[in-house]
C-alpha cells in the first residue's frame, strides 16, 4: 500500500521560510514523479510544483516561481519544498502527491493517485 505523509507545516511570519518533507512508501519512490497542491481556507485545491523522477525536470505555479523550491532524496523516498519570502495569501493545507508517471505530465493533476492527508501551512502579517 502506498503511503504519502508530509510534514514541516507550521506557523510562520510573513517574509520567513519553511520546508515541508514529503515521505513516500509502498513502492519505488525514485521511479515516478511527485508534486505538491495546497489548499487554502474556501478556496480550491491548486497546484504548486512539481518534480520528475530523477529531479532532473521541475515545473511551478507562475505565482511560486522564485520563492518555492521542490527538490528530492531518492535515496530516501522523500520530496522537499522550500518556500522562501512567505506571504500571508501562502496560508493553506499543503498536499504531497505521487504521480503514476516517470515524467510530468499535464494537465498536472494527471497521474497524481496517491496524496498524503496533507500538512498546514500558517503565514502571519
Known amino acids: 500500500q502506498v503511503q504519502v505523509v508530509e510534514s514541516g507545516g507550521g506557523l510562520v511570519q510573513a517574509g520567513g521560510s519553511l520546508r515541508l518533507s514529503c515521505a513516500a512508501s509502498?513502492?519505488?519512490?525514485?521511479?515516478?514523479?511527485m508534486g505538491w497542491f495546497r489548499q487554502a481556507p474556501g478556496k480550491e485545491r491548486e497546484f504548486v510544483a512539481a518534480i520528475s523522477w530523477s529531479g532532473g525536470s521541475t515545473y511551478y505555479a507562475d505565482s511560486m516561481k522564485g520563492r518555492f523550491t521542490i527538490s528530492r532524496d531518492n535515496a530516501k523516498n522523500t520530496v522537499y519544498l522550500q518556500m522562501n519570502s512567505l506571504k500571508p495569501e501562502d496560508t493553506a493545507v499543503y498536499y504531497c502527491?505521487?504521480?503514476?508517471?516517470?515524467?510530468?505530465?499535464?494537465?498536472?493533476?494527471?497521474?497524481?493517485?496517491?496524496w498524503g492527508k496533507g500538512t498546514l501551512v500558517t503565514v502571519s502579517s
Open positions: 502527491a505521487g504521480s503514476r508517471y516517470a515524467l510530468i505530465k499535464f494537465p498536472i493533476t494527471d497521474g497524481m493517485d496517491y
Open positions: 509502498g513502492r519505488t519512490f525514485s521511479s515516478y514523479a
